[in-house]
C-alpha cells in the first residue's frame, strides 16, 4: 500500500518535470530565435552608420583638395560640357554630390553621382560614385538596384580601393534577400581575395555570426 501511495505521488511530480522541461526547450528556442532576429536588426541598422563613417573618412581625405579648388576657382565661372572630361566640372559635381549625401539628401545625391557616371570617365571618382550609389540605393531597401552599382564598381574598376567593400556588400545584400549559402560564398571570397583589406575582417565577423 506504501508503494502504491508513493507511486501515486511520483507520477504528478513526473509530469511537472516533463512539463518544465519542454516549457525550458521552447523558452531557449525562442531566446534563439530573437538572437537570429537581434542580429540581422542590428546589420540593417548599422548601414545608415557605416554610410556615415564612409562619407565622413572620404571627406577627410579629401577636404584639402576640395579647399584648394574653391580657392583657386573662388574668381571664376565654371563651365559643364556634356560628355567632355573637363576636371573641374568633375569636382564641382563630386562635390556637389558629397555634401548632398552629408546632408543626408539622397535624392539630389543620386542625380549627381549619376550625372557623373553617365557623363564622365574619371578612374577616381566614378568608382566612388558607383561605390555611393550602392549606398544610397541599400538605404532606400532597394536591393536590386544596389547590387547592379556594386557590381558595375566591381567589374570595370577590379582594382580600385573600395572594390573589396563593394564585394562584402554584395555578400550583404545576398544575406538580406535570404541567401544564406550564396552570402557566405561571397564573405568567402571576400577573405580569401582581400586578406589585407577591412572589408575581410568584417566579412570574417559576419560569416562566425552565421555559425
Known amino acids: 500500500?506504501?508503494?502504491?501511495?508513493?507511486?501515486?505521488?511520483?507520477?504528478?511530480?513526473?509530469?511537472?518535470?516533463?512539463?518544465?522541461?519542454?516549457?525550458?526547450?521552447?523558452?531557449?528556442?525562442?531566446?534563439?530565435?530573437?538572437?537570429?532576429?537581434?542580429t540581422l536588426r542590428s546589420e540593417l541598422e548599422s548601414q545608415g552608420y557605416l554610410l556615415e563613417k564612409l562619407l565622413s573618412e572620404e571627406i577627410d581625405q579629401e577636404s584639402s583638395a576640395r579647399n584648394n579648388d574653391k580657392s583657386a576657382s573662388s574668381n571664376t565661372e565654371i563651365f559643364r560640357f556634356e560628355g567632355i572630361n573637363d576636371s573641374k566640372s568633375i569636382d564641382e559635381v563630386y562635390d556637389e554630390a558629397i555634401t548632398h549625401l552629408n546632408e543626408?539628401?539622397?535624392?539630389?545625391?543620386?542625380?549627381?553621382?549619376?550625372?557623373?557616371?553617365?557623363?564622365?570617365d574619371d578612374q577616381e571618382k566614378i568608382p566612388l560614385s558607383l561605390f555611393w550609389l550602392g549606398e544610397i540605393s541599400l538605404l532606400e531597401s532597394n536591393l536590386e538596384e544596389s547590387?547592379?552599382?556594386f557590381q558595375r564598381l566591381a567589374a570595370n574598376f577590379p582594382d580600385h580601393w573600395r572594390t573589396p567593400l563593394a564585394h562584402k556588400k554584395m555578400g550583404d545584400i545576398l544575406m538580406m534577400s535570404g541567401e544564406l549559402g550564396a552570402a557566405k560564398i561571397k564573405y568567402q571570397y571576400v577573405i580569401q581575395s582581400f586578406p589585407e583589406n577591412s572589408a575581410s575582417s568584417l566579412a570574417l565577423q559576419l560569416l562566425e555570426n552565421m555559425e
Not at 16 to 29: G, H, M, P, R, T
Not at 104 to 120: C, E, G, P, R, T
Open 1 to 38: 500500500m506504501k508503494i502504491f501511495i508513493a507511486a501515486l505521488i511520483a507520477i504528478p511530480i513526473y509530469i511537472n518535470a516533463q512539463e518544465v522541461d519542454a516549457s525550458d526547450i521552447l523558452f531557449l528556442k525562442i531566446q534563439e530565435l530573437e538572437g537570429e532576429i537581434a
Open 104 to 120: 543626408k539628401n539622397y535624392k539630389n545625391a543620386k542625380q549627381s553621382f549619376n550625372y557623373l557616371v553617365d557623363n564622365f
Open 147 to 149: 547590387e547592379q552599382f
